[in-house]
């Protein structure tokens, strides 16, 4: 319910903004056209998220003939998640990483990359298809595909913004130059309020599901240092969307106060204090 009603939230404020700042640089008409293009970027991200993010890093869909370790693994774990089977995509990228998406646990997709099986042991992959079904036993899916395309749309409001004000007078000019510095910001803002405090949740809830906390805790090491070392052609408005931030590999100082994921020291942290003796 609290998903439901943050992402109702999301699709509402990019609908206001799209509309102050149309009609700011443009006038009644300005603020028309970009209340209908956001009218339109909320029912592509509503009903059209995952197909795009699936296509944007050219995902291919297996089954069990294509890829039958990964399809039974994620099978019985959804089993054991009591969840509907979700489609099985892998992703043509060395860097290890992995997500989910879709609007609801039905119409659900978890993704892997090529790298991640080639790094990871059988149950360290499992602790992460575990955590990213409890992305979507939790409906974090639909709020974070939409915190995609609203982190796109607000990345176009800063272009619009520079298409339409640039050349005007000085107020216009400063206006402009705000929103390309406050959207990208504004875009992470919004990643960061989604992501955040979830991944924690998921860890806690995708380590039970597998009954393998220490699993995970050790996928989560791995999975850091690979994406600090193989670099990934990624678009930063779904880095939230990763298990690890796709860009680990590009943040240092200042800029760790804006990743999208918590540390992952934290999350190995609190992975290993759900560890039994063993």
């Known amino acids: 319910m609290l998903n439901s009603v943050r992402t109702a939230a999301l699709m ?7 509309a102050l700042v149309g009609r700011a640089l443009a006038g009644p008409n300005g603020m028309l056209i970009a209340f209908g293009v956001a009218v339109a970027m909320n029912f592509a991200g509503y009903w059209f998220s995952d197909k795009i993010v699936l296509r944007m890093y050219r995902a291919q869909e297996v089954g069990r003939a294509q890829a039958p370790e990964l399809y039974d693994m994620v099978d019985r774990l959804r089993q054991q998640a009591g969840l509907p089977m979700p489609r099985v995509f892998v992703i043509p990228s060395e860097q290890p990483n992995a997500f989910a998406t879709g609007r609801n646990p039905s119409h ?21 298809i575990a955590h990213e079904l409890a992305h979507v036993k939790n409906r974090d899916i639909l709020t974070s595909s939409v915190a995609a395309t609203i982190a796109a749309a607000i990345t176009l409001l800063a272009r619009f913004g520079l298409f339409f004000g640039g050349g005007r007078d000085r107020g216009n000019l400063i206006g402009t130059l705000l929103m ?9 803002m919004v990643q960061m309020a989604i992501s ?22 050790d996928a989560l090491a791995r999975l850091q240092s690979g994406a600090a070392h193989i670099p990934m052609e990624a ?10 931030n796709p860009f680990a590999g590009a943040m240092s100082g200042l800029r760790n106060l804006f990743s999208t994921h918590p540390p992952t020291e934290e999350r190995i942290e609190r992975l290993r204090a759900m560890t039994p003796s063993r």
Do not use: Q
């Not at 990359?113 to 360290?124: C, F, K, Q, V």
């Not at 390309?180 to 992470?188: H, R």
């Open 108 to 128: 659900a997709a978890v993704a892997v990359t090529n790298g991640i099986a080639r790094m990871l042991s059988r149950d360290e992959l499992e602790g992460v």
């Open 12 to 18: 509402a404020v990019l609908i206001v903004l799209f």
């Open 235 to 244: 678009n930063p408005s779904t880095a939230h969307m990763f298990i690890v």
């Open 196 to 217: 955040r405090s979830r991944e924690f949740v998921a860890d806690r809830d995708g380590a039970r599901i597998s009954g393998k906390p220490w699993a995970l805790a």
């Open 180 to 188: 390309l510095i406050l959207a990208p910001l504004a875009a992470v």
